[in-house]
């Protein structure tokens, strides 16, 4: 069974209601931000958001501010795929035995609480079937501490504990793959998605909660002091980072893989990193390998889908 | 009471407790396998298999998770339930603290074993020892009759509107977890009078949107320490009327602590857990020879009942507190410290001299009972113990 | 309970731990509008309604909700609390939006 249906055609089609308020502290020009007000426009009714200690937890629930129209719940960094769980299972035991109302569970997770940390909790709530939606925004490092290294972090880029050293040029270590984990725990739907095709983001948020079981989306988020660009580059970098096929845009039905979005005639890597100062010191003769080691990880990792997509193979 | 007499049973602590549990209109459970507790989910998930016990019985892939699902399940506004030890205690630690600060009601049983390294796993108390300052209820049994009953209790106590704090019952490694003991069960009926399903005082709602596990920054968090505070506090006022309305069902009475002769004693010795009853039994037998000496099992560690121990304690001449756990570097052991306290702060100042035993399951006899009374007594003869701190029976 | 009796008491100081809702709960959606983030701001855009044709991309992609979409469509700014990030003016498909210095 293939869910095809499109929920939002047009930016007109997106409800105004903003569950997400304003007057949170995500810094100016935030992907998170972007993420958040976008993926909570797609909620079909009554929802609950789990998040974790990250950017976005300290940003939107510093008592006695919230900026959240819906019920939402923080316990701890590395376990909110373990309470929503509960959450998931409190209510739907509590609707069975006194009919208390159902609700939609979505876990808005950074990914240092989703590669890293929370790694052991997701796999646990993928193992065990909960109907519950878990997004992942990534902005590739752990931001709210000050921009360390994460399993999300690409190779090369330069954070905090990995900086662009003169013997050792940024990150080493190639990015974690999200989504062949979570598409290893056999669930029925898992995707990628950029803030930059809202459209894209919003119809798999929406599809996504049609589909009963867990479901995982790995949405791309630019950090502005992170990434080190101008707050107003946001979008656009986040846009760059799917043309150059950075950042493919695809999704996983029941182990079949799909390109959403089909780069025909990817743009220069280049243009993505040089937009960003975590990458600048790849542009140093000393550090060509880097450079070719981050652009062979990108076309590997294109190609691979490319060919998972033509075969039909589910995975 | 005029209630219909129960059947008595036979049954392990471990069953006692899960039977507990299952008439407790309890609605999630999730836990994680770690020996001596792991019979209590196995016969959790066995009722749930078998329909006799409408709940959703969750495994969780680690305890750190296990108590996160609990979290999660009582915000939604479900009974929640869950069980550990040692190991699996300690990785939860950092949710321990998250659960009473959150002011999330729910019921724990420790199955109190000794943290590694060594390995090992029997029985000892410093499993729940750095759980302490947590803000969380800690309730004894001393038996397996009590880890019944303290399960209701808790449920009662957690839920309670002016406590809404989680609750531990402990009960020993395998002294009570796989000891079969006489058990008089209450009916159903009588159970689900006692707790009927739980009424959440407020929950995860999309009708009334809260958030819940805010962060807090230094212009608020003390006061939100310090409702905390209040709570605990509270817990142990309101423990009797809740400990009373069991009793009216059960026809048995639970207090801060068990005593036995401990009023008129010239010596008493305090324990927590089954160790009372050895030390009851040894007791019995010295007062039979016309010695006068006095037990007390602490019930209720967190909130310390204080007040009501130092009433207690107010003629003794000397005390032995025994400790099945240790604070390394430190005085002594943690109830050994928190004694010493509260006698020096109400100025009672009577010998006091701290035992540790029984470490890793080490057993601990009826004639080392004797033994540790009668020097209890001899202190209490001479006005003054020789050492604070004696590792009972170490080879040292 | 209203936002501002949630808010109003800690910007003044004048609270009790009694006062506070249990366990730092905020019993009220959305208190965040109380805090007026517009004041961050050292640019801010302006939209030319010459030129704008509605498509409503600034809308969508402003991360604090601070454009705000109208009955027709059309879009204006909610200054208290634009960040001046910009984004919006990146987004703009016709160059509607420009930044300005405050
Ligand atoms: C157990 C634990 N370890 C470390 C931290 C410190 N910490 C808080 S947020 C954070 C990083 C969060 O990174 P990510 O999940 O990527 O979210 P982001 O801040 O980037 O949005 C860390 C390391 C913590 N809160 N808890
Ligand atoms: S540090 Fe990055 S992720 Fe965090 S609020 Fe700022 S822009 Fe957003
Ligand atoms: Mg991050």
Redesign the pocket.
Same mark, same amino acid.
């Given at each position: 069974m293939s869910s095809q249906t499109i929920f939002y055609k047009t930016p007109k089609d997106l409800p105004r209601e903003e569950w997400f308020a304003s007057g949170h502290r995500l810094c100016a020009g935030c992907g998170a931000g972007i993420a958040a007000r976008l993926i909570f426009k797609a909620i079909r009714g009554p929802t609950v958001v789990v998040n974790p200690t #990250? /950017?976005v937890e300290v940003s939107t629930s510093c008592y006695p501010y919230t900026a959240w129209k819906i019920p939402y719940v923080h316990v701890a960094f590395e376990n909110a795929a373990a309470v929503a769980s509960g959450v998931v299972e409190a209510i739907k035991i509590l609707n069975k035995k006194r009919g208390r109302k159902l609700h939609d569970v979505i876990v808005f997770a *950074? %990914? *240092? #609480?989703t590669f890293d940390i929370g790694l052991q909790a997701l796999s646990g709530a993928l193992e065990r079937g909960h109907n519950l939606l878990y997004i992942c925004? %990534?902005?590739? +490092?752990?931001?709210?501490t000050g921009i360390q290294r994460?399993g +999300?972090t690409p190779i090369g880029a330069a954070t905090t504990t990995s900086p662009a050293g003169k013997v050792i040029p940024g990150k080493q270590e190639r990015k974690k793959d999200l989504i062949a984990i979570a598409v290893a725990h056999k669930i029925p739907y898992a995707a990628t998605a950029s803030i930059s095709h809202p459209l894209d983001l919003v119809n798999k948020v929406r599809k996504a909660l049609e589909i009963e079981g867990p479901k995982v989306l790995h949405v791309l988020a630019p /950090?502005v002091p *992170?990434w080190r660009y101008p707050p107003s580059e946001t979008v656009r970098i986040a846009r760059l980072a799917v043309e150059t096929r950075y950042f493919p845009v695809y999704e996983v039905e029941y182990g079949r893989v799909k390109i959403n979005i089909r780069v025909k005639e990817p743009k220069p890597l280049e243009e993505f990193l040089k937009a960003q100062g975590r990458f600048s010191h790849l542009f140093r003769p000393e550090n060509a390998h880097v450079l070719e080691a981050l652009k062979k990880a990108v076309e590997e990792n294109w190609e691979r889908l490319v060919k998972l997509e033509e075969s039909g193979i589910a995975l | 009471m005029a209630r219909q007499a129960q059947e008595r049973i036979a049954i392990m602590g471990d069953e006692a407790i899960a039977l507990a549990v299952k008439q407790s209109n309890v609605d999630v459970i999730a836990a994680y396998p770690i020996t001596p507790q792991t019979i209590i989910v196995e016969r959790l998930s066995e009722y749930v298999a078998n329909g006799e016990l409408d709940a959703a019985f969750i495994q969780a892939e680690s305890e750190h998770s296990a108590l996160s699902i609990c979290v999660g399940a009582s915000l939604a506004g479900a009974r929640v339930f869950t069980s550990t030890a040692s190991q699996g205690l300690a990785l939860m630690h950092e949710i321990v603290y998250a659960t009473s600060s959150m002011r999330v009601p729910m019921v724990m049983a420790i199955a109190n074993r000794s943290l590694n390294a060594p390995l090992n796993i029997h029985c000892e108390h410093g499993d729940v020892m750095p759980e302490r300052d947590s803000g969380w209820v800690h309730l004894f049994a001393t038996n397996v009759q009590e880890a019944y009953d303290l399960t209701f209790i808790a449920f009662k106590l957690s839920e309670h509107p002016d406590v809404q704090l989680p609750v531990s019952v402990n009960l020993d490694a395998f002294i009570l977890t796989h000891s079969v003991e006489p058990l008089t069960p209450i009916s159903d009926e009588d159970a689900s009078k006692f707790l009927p399903p739980r009424q959440p005082l407020y929950s995860i709602d999309f009708d009334s949107p809260a958030t819940f596990g805010t962060m807090a920054l230094p212009d608020t968090y003390m006061e939100f320490k310090y409702q905390l505070k209040e709570a605990a506090e509270k817990a142990g006022q309101v423990y009797p009327e809740v400990a009373g309305e069991y009793a009216r069902i059960s026809g048995r009475r639970y207090w801060y602590f068990n005593s036995y002769m401990a009023d008129d004693a010239d010596a008493v010795v305090l324990v927590l857990g089954s160790t009372y009853g050895t030390l009851k039994v040894a007791a019995r037998r010295l007062r039979e020879g016309g010695l006068k000496v006095g037990v007390v099992g602490l019930t209720m560690f967190r909130p310390f009942p204080e007040k009501q121990l130092v009433e207690l304690l107010k003629n003794a001449k000397s005390l032995i507190v025994m400790d099945r756990a240790y604070s390394y570097g430190g005085l002594g052991g943690p109830l050994y410290m928190e004694v010493l306290a509260m006698l020096y702060r109400n100025g009672l100042r009577i010998p006091v001299m701290n035992v540790v035993y029984g470490l890793g399951g080490r057993d601990f006899r009826l004639d080392e009972a004797e033994a540790v009374l009668k020097i209890a007594l001899d202190g209490a003869r001479r006005g003054r113990f020789d050492e604070h701190v004696r590792w009972w029976g170490v080879r040292a | 309970m209203s936002a501002k009796k949630i808010v109003e008491p800690v910007i003044k100081g004048q609270f009790t731990y009694k006062d506070l809702p249990i366990a730092a709960m905020i019993p009220v959606p959305a208190t965040s509008l109380e805090y007026k983030t517009g004041v961050w701001r050292t640019r801010q855009p302006k939209i030319d309604y010459g030129k704008c044709i509605k498509c409503l991309l600034c809308w969508v992609f402003c991360p604090d909700a601070a454009i705000k979409r109208l009955e027709d469509d059309s879009v204006n700014v909610d200054y208290e609390y634009c960040k001046g990030c910009g984004v919006c003016e990146t987004v703009c498909p016709v160059k509607a939006i420009s930044m300005e210095e405050v």
């Open positions: #990250g /950017c *950074g %990914d *240092g #609480g925004y %990534d902005n590739e +490092a752990y931001m709210n994460s +999300a /950090c *992170g | - | -």
